[in-house]
């Protein structure tokens, strides 16, 4: 692989790596414009792609036309000192660079309807609508004046809301409206809502493989780990400072560990089984403690570090989960009431809002994703046509993008095989464009699988040439606890490991948790003093 001098090493996997689709996590200060540029230029003169066979996307114009500029100066520069039939090669490019597609994602979409918008019936000659929150605003205040004269809406109103300001009523709408612009195919999504969500739960009387399990069982075992680490610290303190009461049962009762122990173990046991109704154990009663010739200090922190092991789990668990299955279904019910409600005026709000853009041959931002999206599903011929010009497909600020756009680029780039080589470079510490409902998950998906299981490459800039290394450190060490999925463990960090061996270590999955080769379920473990301990692989 070539390599180039000015270049660090990760720098120079991302400009000269072919072959697969790649994925650049680029911190602020790491040379990202300068690779993306770099990379253009490497396939111009070193593979002889045509700068018009090159889609680069990116969030905004500004950053389109630096880019452009960018890639004008480094022809520039190559054009004085290469041979002549690469000369001729380079100044065509500079010619093709005025109408190469290194834009915007709504530029893009703009040129597309403009030029095929005729094959979907849609007038070509329509102006893009920059700013329309006040024009919707203004459209779903008529839209209310006409509701507020139903005994449906009026009842719906008086049941959910109080006050005549209807300030939270239009927070919804106008989120379920942005909510439907971004997400592909949004009718079958809801229909896809109502089967794996309501009908599940209220029909089946179960929450499994519905959305609600995912995100339930992660805050329980979120809760279960907090809890089971304060019982094994309670255990390690008691052992340190001689509370020997803690493991001694009397006559009458047993002793705090072996009814903690037990307590955990059957919490294990719900989540083996999945009943996840049936967690809000009691803990039993046990021996009180004996505090002879024992430290207010010590005694203070037996209390708290108690006090955290038995009440941690049970008091998220009363916060999420509802009392019964019935119950939770009820509240669906009632849930799925409103929100058919919803529906049926959002529904009324965007035919009127459509209407008024259609007599102005309006298009907002929205209009020019969803009908490029529509454009590429439906006329093959375009989707063809794209598929044919592409070498690569690049994208900048891939963090922010949504689903919507995903789309877009895979309608492209997957027209079929071989698929379109895709170039995408981002950082999720950087993502500024949820108002949009960029989807931070399709990049972490990548981020968390690319190389791992298939040709896919990915490659993180670790270098900052912008900021202190003490400023950086802080930042890292913040987002990582709060975003980091996947620590990469090297069995070298420590000076002895206990209770497996260094070959089946893989990485950390979250604090204290361990993931080993050939091991599907995490295993809880500790380090002391450089040693890394393997305590007990649970659920």
Known sequence: MKKDKSLNDEQNLAVYSRGSSILVSAPAGSGKTKILVNRMMSLIEDDHVSVDSLLVLTFTKAAALEMKQRLVESLNKRIHVVDDSLKVHLEKQKILLDDGDITNFHSFCSDLLSQYGYTIHLDSKFEILENPTLIKENILNQCLEKWVQEKEFYDFYQENYTGYQFNSFKEILFQLDNLSHTVYHFDDYLDQVKIKLYDRVINDQTIEDTPFEKPLKKLLHEAFQEAYDSYLKLEDYCQTYGLGFYFEETKKLPAPHTVLENYFQNLKECFNQGKYFSMGIEIEKHRAASYKDVDDSIKETYKSLLDQ???????????????????????????????????????????????????????????????????????????????????????????????????????????????????????????????????????????LTYGLEDNNQRIDLKFNYRSNKIVLDSINYIFNAIMDRRYLLNPNEFSSIS????????????????????????????IKKNVLIVKSCWF
Do not use: W
């Open 499 to 526: 209770g497996v061996s260094k070959q089946t270590l893989l990485f950390y999955e979250k604090k204290n948790v361990i993931l080993m080769k050939n091991y599907k379920k995490p295993c809880y473990v500790t």
């Open 309 to 447: 092991t038995k009440n941690t789990f049970s008091k998220a668990y009363q916060k999420c989960v509802p009392s019964s299955i019935e119950e939770l279904s009820e509240v669906l019910k009632v849930s799925y009431r409103h929100l058919e409600i919803y529906l049926k005026y959002l529904k009324e709000f965007q035919k009127k809002y459509q209407a008024y853009k259609k007599s102005l041959s309006y298009l907002d931002f929205n209009d020019l994703e969803q009908y490029t999206l529509q454009l590429l599903s439906e006329n093959q011929g375009v989707a063809q046509t794209l598929y044919q010009q592409f070498h690569e497909i690049m994208i900048d600020e891939y963090q922010d993008t949504n689903e919507i756009q995903e789309n877009l680029i895979l309608l492209i780039s997957r027209f079929q095989e071989p698929e379109i080589n895709r170039f995408m470079v981002g950082d999720m510490k950087q993502s500024i464009y949820r108002f949009r409902k960029a989807d931070l998950d399709i990049f972490n998906e990548k981020y």
